[in-house]
């Protein structure tokens, strides 16, 4: 079964803080992305990548910034976290040829104070 | 005009009924459609993948695709409380972009 392992369930920052959401896939997927869930807007695609330091801007980048310097390892980065970004952070990965299907961690549930 | 649209719900229904959620479509051009299960504090789950116009069935659940309509469903048979979670319909785009409804959270009461 593919496994996409998101660092942290939970996390809790504060206003200007900088923040490291990290994401591990065993599948050797080429494709990894990083959505935000929120209640009535669904998921909104932040950014994806489909290769190593290989990165796309997707529907709201803005306030964003995403590493990825090995396959399996996608990280998503809030460079001054701001109380709008407070919300539910999913991973997910896909093989390579479209249109394979994500599959998706169990996200982290940020709040910024 | 959104590229996926999804009925919001929520939807409640006794242990035993029959379940339709339903998306439509914008672009004709979509040819693959899934259905994802998100259950309370986890992250969404592929549950059905289709190709084509017409039925597929998995156990209980049966996707069906309309594309002379654009309109995509789920059919749940004999609902159980476990079914109880948010489904999300998906449609591959261009590139590695993916559609997304919003989601329907479906209640099945025993």
């Known amino acids: 079964d593919v496994k996409v392992t998101q660092s942290s369930r939970y996390l809790v920052k504060r206003t200007g803080e900088k923040v490291f959401l990290e994401c591990v896939q065993d599948?050797?997927?080429?494709?990894m992305f990083w959505y935000r869930q929120d209640p009535g807007l669904g998921l909104r695609l932040i950014y994806f990548?489909?290769?190593?330091?290989?990165?796309e801007k997707g529907d709201i980048p803005e306030g964003y910034s995403v590493s990825r310097e090995k396959k399996e390892r996608f990280s998503l980065i809030l460079e001054s976290a701001s109380t709008n970004q407070t919300s539910m952070y999913l991973c997910?990965?896909?093989?390579?040829?479209?249109?394979?299907?994500?599959?998706f961690g169990d996200g982290t549930r940020l709040s910024i104070l | 005009q959104k590229e996926v649209e999804q009925d919001p719900g929520p939807l409640s229904v006794p242990e035993g009924a029959i379940v339709s959620l339903n998306c439509t479509y914008s672009?004709?051009?979509?040819?693959?459609f899934m259905w994802y299960r998100q259950y309370s504090r986890k992250g969404p789950e592929l549950l059905m993948y289709?190709?084509?116009?017409g039925n597929k069935e998995d156990g209980r659940f049966t996707a069906q695709v309309d594309k002379s309509s654009k309109y995509i469903s789920l059919f749940i048979r004999d609902s159980q409380p476990s079914d109880s979670a948010t489904y999300l319909c998906?449609?591959?785009?261009?590139?590695?972009?993916?559609?997304f409804g919003t989601g329907t959270s479906l209640t099945v009461i025993p």
């Open positions: 997910a990965s896909s093989p390579g040829a479209p249109p394979k299907p994500q599959h």
């Open positions: 599948m050797d997927h080429e494709n």
């Open positions: 990548s489909y290769d190593v330091k290989m990165k």
């Open positions: 672009n004709s051009a979509f040819q693959y």
């Open positions: 289709t190709y084509s116009s």
């Open positions: 998906a449609i591959p785009g261009t590139g590695n972009q993916f559609y």
